[in-house]
């Protein structure tokens, strides 16, 4: 069992949190994690977002990373093309 910390909130995020638990037949503290998961990626996600905005916006970097890009790109198969990739039965 994981361990547990209690943590205070407002009674009206208490309340939702309950109701929330409730419709997915789950605990408080399941939808509370969850909730946090989201809010944790979803910030990643925008970081990482406003960081590509910001590096296609600077034209003189945008061009360094498309050319560092084809580089890497020329050496997806560099060597391996003797060892075909096996992409398994789609089917399963």
């Known amino acids: 069992m994981a ?3 209690l943590i205070r909130v407002d009674t009206k995020t208490r309340d939702l949190l309950a109701k929330m638990a409730e419709q997915d037949q ?3 503290g399941e939808v509370a ?3 946090v998961k989201k809010l944790d990626r979803d910030r ?3 970081s990482y977002n406003d ?3 910001k590096l296609r916006a600077d034209p003189e ?3 360094e990373y498309e050319a560092e890009i084809r580089l890497w790109d020329s050496t997806l198969m560099d060597g391996l093309e003797e060892y075909p990739y096996d992409y398994g039965d789609e089917d399963e």
């Open 61 to 63: 970097a945008w061009a």
């Open 33 to 35: 994690a969850k909730a």
């Open 26 to 28: 789950t605990s408080i």
């Open 51 to 53: 960081a590509y905005a």
């Open 44 to 46: 990643f996600w925008k």
């Open 3 to 5: 361990s547990t910390a």
